[in-house]
């Protein structure tokens, strides 16, 4: 420790929550751009829905394989350099999209993209929980958090309107172009690490790590819930945008990507679930807040255009709150390996949007809307049942609850 933490309200405060909010920013929008463009992929490339998720799936896939690499490849090659090289690497990828002829070359410039992707997120809370100051985190954190969520929204709703207006081709360069500004504007900004000391660990200590998160009652339960919460949510929006542009709806691209608006609506109920579990324990939210996104799922079945949107807007709210509280869970439970039980809840978590999501393609192909309910709802049956389960396992002494006093001490 060479130099002092980074304090809020300096400048250097400044220039790294302003690259770290446009990396998030263009993490999550290039994963998510082609959510709303699968119909308009299906058409183009003649595809099924489940062939033409693929977009979607094979970036999330490659992504949740890459995540705990990456974790290791910044101990060796540091933090700042990953983001900045990931970053920009993946903007380059993204602008060579619109160049794309058939369908193999667009699959695999996807792919190669949730490779570069998972640089960021596997060291982003690493990087701000070593160069901030104590009273400088949370505020980072949660601008960060509130990144990926803009991000996600924006990515979708910028990508879905340019490309009915103007083409897909042009729709995703604008944004690629669009990343590519803002991964120059990190490289700019983002402060080197003066905290940053290289701890590489070898794959026989990573393997314990990793076992010691399976040893523990209720991590691998939480790992099960961020497979089938993010599975099924992912799983109802990639193809509401196919059932919203047929019969009885029969909206524009346009107007199924600005549907993506009710993202902001998870972002205020995670922080406000944060806040109810810890007034009530998060024993007693995290089944409630399951329960709600199914329930949401369901709403989802009526042939009617608002309620439908009400049904994706309940999903979306029960959604970010458990996966809020799931992750932050994970965190306070892994007392061996924090950074590794963290990284095999995303890669559950981002598994099940590849695997949950392609099935759900097929599922649409076969028996449409109904199809899709049968494996969304089926994941929030299955990820309800996971946290009546974690109702019954007992929390440990610390940090979840204080110790019981020792006789005689």
């Known amino acids: 420790m060479t130099s002092p933490a980074i304090r809020r309200g300096t400048p250097a405060f400044l220039r790294a929550n302003i690259a770290f909010f446009l990396s998030a920013f263009s993490v999550f929008a290039s994963h998510y751009s082609v959510q709303p463009l699968l119909p308009m992929f299906a058409q183009y490339w003649v595809r099924d829905a489940g062939t033409a998720s693929l977009a979607l799936s094979a970036t999330t896939a490659t992504m949740a394989v890459a995540l705990i690499p990456a974790s290791l490849l910044a101990d060796r090659l540091g933090r700042r350099r990953l983001i900045v090289g990931a970053l920009l690497i993946t903007a380059i990828l993204g602008m060579l999209l619109p160049f794309t002829q058939v369908w193999w070359q667009l699959i695999t410039l996807r792919t190669l ?151 902001l609506l998870g972002s205020v109920s995670s922080t406000w679930a944060g806040g109810l579990s810890q007034r009530l324990g998060r024993r007693k939210v995290f089944w409630a807040l399951v329960a709600l996104m199914g329930s949401g799922m369901a709403v989802t079945m009526f042939d009617n255009t608002i309620m439908v949107i009400l049904g994706l807007a309940i999903a979306t709210m029960g959604f970010f709150a458990a996966h809020g509280i799931a992750s932050a869970w994970v965190t306070r439970r892994a007392h061996v390996g924090k950074a590794q039980a963290s990284a095999i809840y995303l890669v559950a978590y981002y598994l099940g949007a590849s695997i949950l999501g392609t099935l759900g393609g097929y599922a649409w192909t076969a028996w449409a809307w109904p199809g899709v309910m049968l494996v969304t709802g089926g994941a929030a049956v299955a990820a309800l049942l996971v946290a009546i389960r974690l109702v019954f396992i007992a929390p440990l002494p610390t940090p979840e609850q204080p110790p019981e006093p020792v006789v005689g001490a």
Do not use: K
């Open 113 to 263: 993209m949730g490779l570069t992707l998972a640089g960021i997120p596997a060291v982003a809370m690493v990087y701000l929980s070593e160069e901030m100051a104590p009273e400088a985190l949370g505020y980072s954190m949660g601008l960060y958090i509130g990144g990926t969520a803009i991000g996600g929204m924006a990515g979708r709703v910028i990508s879905g309107v340019l490309s009915d207006l103007l083409g897909w081709r042009l729709g995703t360069g604008i944004l690629a172009g669009l990343i590519l500004l803002a991964a120059i504007a990190v490289a700019i900004l983002l402060p080197r690490p003066r905290q940053f000391i290289s701890d590489p660990i070898g794959l026989a200590e990573l393997w314990r790590r990793c076992r010691a998160s399976f040893h523990d009652a209720a991590l691998p339960w939480l790992f099960a819930s961020a497979f089938l919460l993010m599975g099924g949510f992912v799983t109802l929006y990639n193809y509401a945008g196919f059932r919203l542009a047929l019969p009885p709806f029969l909206l524009s691209h346009s107007a199924i990507a600005t549907i993506f608006l009710v993202y």
